[in-house]
C-alpha cells in the first residue's frame, strides 16, 4: 500500500505534461497596469482591437521584472504581420519548441488554482530560466498554462 502523499504526486505529475507548440507565434499585448488587479483590464483593452464576435485564440504572458513585481501581458495572434503596431501595441514571439504544461478545466471556479499551477510546472528540472509564463485559452472555460524547456 502506498503512502497518500506519493499517491497525491503521482496524481499532480499525470496531469502535467510535455506540450509540442509546433511554429513560432507572432503575438500581439496589452500589458497589465498592475498585476493581478490590471488583467482584466489588458483584455478589454486587447478585444477593442478584435472584430466582435472574437474567435481568435487568446494568450497571456507573464514573468517577474527586475523587481520581481509581475509584468502581465495579455495577448493574441497576428492575423497578419504588422497588426500589433497598426493597433499600436509591442508584439511577442512564443517560439517553437517543448513545455511543460498543464489544462486547467473551467479555471474560473477556483482563480487560485493558476498561480499554484505555474508555481509547480516551474519546479521542471529542465525549465529555461530565462522563459516565461504562457497562458492560451482554448475557448471561454479554459487554460492551458506552459513553460518553456530548454531545447
Known sequence: MSEPGVRLFALIIFKMKKHFIDR???LFYVTA?????????AFQKLLSFL??????????????????????????????PGE?????CETFVVKKGDYWS?????????ESIV????????KHPDLDRSGYCLE????????????????
Open 115 to 122: 498561480g499554484k499551477t505555474f508555481q509547480k510546472l516551474l
Open 24 to 26: 513560432d507565434i507572432n
Open 51 to 80: 472584430p466582435k464576435p472574437n474567435d481568435r485564440l487568446l494568450f497571456a504572458i507573464s514573468f517577474p521584472n527586475e523587481n520581481g513585481t509581475i509584468v502581465y501581458r495579455a495577448a493574441v495572434e497576428e492575423a497578419f
Open 136 to 151: 492560451i485559452y482554448p475557448n471561454e472555460k479554459d487554460i492551458r498554462c506552459l513553460v518553456p524547456l530548454v531545447q
Open 33 to 41: 497596469t498592475s498585476f493581478p488587479e490590471g488583467v482584466g483590464g
Open 102 to 110: 498543464e489544462l486547467l478545466p473551467d479555471w474560473r471556479k477556483d
Open 84 to 88: 500589433g503596431k497598426q493597433n499600436g
